[in-house]
Nanobody
């Protein structure tokens, strides 16, 4: 069992940057992979970025080159650095951890990109 708590969401202007954090209640090293998902208003949840433990990250085409997912095992924390934000990046961002076939979800943090 693991609890995930996201933080760092807020209001940001287009072209701006924001950094999200996901703090896990126990070592993320024990997870198979970590990921960030988002859900825009009126839309379904979609994968933004994922990182298999100890391996290179993956990104959706829409955020590739703008977002960066990183992990800090010592702090049991996963980060999502978001740069060059666009209006369509608006949504609730969720942290997910996976161990085998079990997914653990955070409650989300709201990111609003608006001028």
């Amino acid at each position: 069992q693991v609890q995930l708590v996201e933080s760092g969401g807020g209001l940001v202007q287009p072209g701006g940057s924001l950094s999200l954090s996901c703090a896990a209640s126990r070592g993320i090293f024990s997870m198979d992979d970590m990921g960030w998902y988002r859900q825009a208003p009126g839309k379904q949840r979609e994968l933004v970025a994922s990182i298999p433990t100890g391996r290179a990250p993956n990104y959706s085409d829409s955020v590739k080159g703008r977002f960066t997912i990183t992990t800090d095992n010592a702090k049991n924390t996963v980060y999502l650095q978001m740069n060059s934000l666009k209006l369509e990046d608006t949504g609730t961002y969720y942290c997910k951890a996976r161990k085998y076939a079990i997914n653990y979800w955070g409650k989300g943090t709201l990111v609003t990109v608006s001028s």
